[in-house]
T-cell receptor, first 116, second 115 residues
Framework: NAGVMQNPRHLVRRRGQEARLRCSPM?????VYWYRQLPEEGLKFMVY????????ESGMPKERFSAEFPKEGPSILRIQQVVRGDSAAYFC??????????????FGEGSRLTVL | AQSVSQHNHHVILSEAASLELGCNYS??????LFWYVQYPGQHLQLLLK??????LVKGIKGFEAEFIKSKFSFNLRKPSVQWSDTAEYFC?????????????FGAGTRLAVHP
């Protein structure tokens, strides 16, 4: 669904640099989810945010990764001091309410991070 | 916690062949189940979902899935595939924890349909 906008679509970083991935949810959606897709591993849940709140970050690595969803502007997934193992596709999804009501998430086209 | 297993990572079919992709989930009480599809270079989109009621669920583009509670399965089927069905297919289940839900995905199945 073109409503969820992610940028950049492709990002190349050298080891030790920072990566910032942005996600603008669909209009009217206030819940954002980040997933990471590694080859042959499907999509792994990372974090669930509402405006100005992190609800569940149980899938986030303990170090170097952080996420925010400010009152104004897109959600940001930030990876500090990237390593080659961070190379993956990062997908953002949004929903209008907590998933309890429909379960359906609307996905962006993903941001593909390559760490050299 | 809920988990999802997809048995085949890669499937190759000829056009008009029938398709069945396996999906099993771990037991966790009430289950809400989904199939998402990702066409090359595109975002994930919902194919179909099951919450309750008729265990045979019809989705878009001629896909259907059957919820079999006794087998903890939610296999995806299509009687006759087309080249345009070439995509990656993900089974997913809602995990209920911490007072809210999150979607847990299987590893995905890459389907290649040859003309």
């Amino acid at each position: 669904n073109a409503g969820v906008m992610q940028n950049p679509r492709h990002l190349v970083r050298r080891r030790g640099q920072e990566a910032r991935l942005r996600c603008s949810p669909m209009k009217g959606h206030s819940h954002v989810y980040w997933y990471r897709q590694l080859p042959e591993e499907g999509l792994k849940f990372m974090v669930y945010l509402q405006k100005e709140n992190i609800i569940d970050e149980s899938g986030m690595p303990k170090e170097r990764f952080s996420a925010e969803f400010p009152k104004e502007g897109p959600s940001i997934l930030r990876i500090q001091q990237v390593v080659r193992g961070d190379s993956a596709a990062y997908f953002c999804a949004s929903s209008p309410l907590g998933q309890a009501n429909t379960g359906e998430l609307f996905f962006g086209e993903g941001s593909r991070l390559t760490v050299l | 916690a809920q988990s999802v297993s997809q048995h085949n990572h890669h499937v190759i079919l000829s056009e008009a062949a029938s398709l069945e992709l396996g999906c099993n989930y771990s037991y966790g009480g009430t289950v809400n189940l989904f199939w998402y599809v990702q066409y090359p270079g595109q975002h994930l989109q919902l194919l179909l979902k099951y919450f309750s009621g008729d265990p045979l669920v019809k989705g878009i583009k001629g896909f259907e899935a059957e919820f079999i509670k006794s087998k903890f399965s939610f296999n995806l089927r299509k009687p006759s595939v087309q080249w345009s069905d070439t995509a990656e297919y993900f089974c997913a289940v809602i995990s209920f924890s911490g007072g809210y839900n999150k979607l847990i995905f299987g590893a995905g199945t890459r389907l290649a349909v040859h003309p």
